[in-house]
């Protein structure tokens, strides 16, 4: 990997720089099985509903998704709603109800950075690189803060922020390009790492010089129920990824020969 060909790395944060993709999967199971028991519906929520209606997108986008694959159509209600059974049911309740459950996991178990996840940035970071984090969960800030790594990314654009400029998530290209933006970079200098498909394919979208799939395996996760796909390199490829890795320290560039680092 030749990274002076390019001025900035723009990553996803769940999945690519900490583990917290498993969290959201857990939350949005949690959320999703008691709602649809609630309402009677007899198709279960699975692991692979994850992959094909809510990964990588912003919340309420992911709780529509779902529901419409269930032939369910509910108002669209406000974002102080809180999705409690007692309450009727909105979109904004369930995606803040899913939030309630991510929070409480973050807080009782927290997080830590993928190590070469870890070895990169910081091999970027001491090169020079620019580094933004471009991430569909409003809890980015928190997650950040909570894995120690705050500090490499001075630039995050959340859903929170998308939703308050109006900006449009993934796949659409719009969040990755108001990173570039802000870091003060042309798109074709920045490279894009993304470990869903949504995200592949707003990097695609956009005019970015390079898109890195980062596909860990969850398709192969014992946790996965029986039949599910998960992601995989062939789905990240297919939605417009230039290469696929396992993990960000196949990134890392190897020390001069004769350097003693």
Not at 164 to 189: C, F, H, M, S
Not at 217 to 243: C, K
């Amino acid at each position: 990997m030749d990274w002076d060909d390019y001025r900035a790395v723009l990553f996803d944060l769940d999945g690519v720089i900490t583990p917290t993709a498993e969290v959201h999967m857990r939350a949005w199971a949690a959320m999703f099985t008691a709602f649809l028991d609630e309402r009677g519906v007899d198709a279960p929520y699975t692991d692979q509903d994850y992959f094909d209606h809510v990964d990588g997108k912003p919340r309420y986008d992911g709780v529509r998704d779902l529901l419409a694959s269930r032939g369910i159509t509910l108002p669209e209600g406000t974002p102080t709603d809180t999705g409690h059974p007692d309450e009727p049911a909105t979109v904004c309740g369930l995606g803040n109800r899913k939030n309630d459950a991510f929070g409480e996991v973050l807080r009782e178990e927290g997080v830590e950075a993928y190590p070469g996840s870890l070895a990169l940035m910081a091999q970027l970071r001491a090169s020079g690189m620019k580094m933004a984090i471009v991430s569909s969960s409003k809890n980015a800030p928190d997650v950040l803060a909570a894995a120690g790594v705050a500090d490499y990314f001075p630039v995050v654009v959340h859903g929170g922020i998308a939703a308050e400029r109006g900006i449009p998530g993934k796949p659409a290209p719009d969040t990755y390009q108001e990173a570039a933006r802000e870091l003060g970079v042309p798109e074709d200098t920045a490279v894009v790492v993304e470990d869903a498909t949504s995200g592949v394919a707003a990097g695609a979208a956009g005019d970015f010089g390079l898109v890195i799939g980062v596909d860990r395996g969850v398709g192969a996760d014992a946790r996965l129920a029986p039949g599910a796909d998960g992601v995989g390199a062939d789905a990240l490829l297919a939605a417009g990824a230039d290469v696929v890795v396992a993990d960000l320290a196949e990134l890392v560039s190897a020390p001069p020969e004769g350097s003693s680092a």
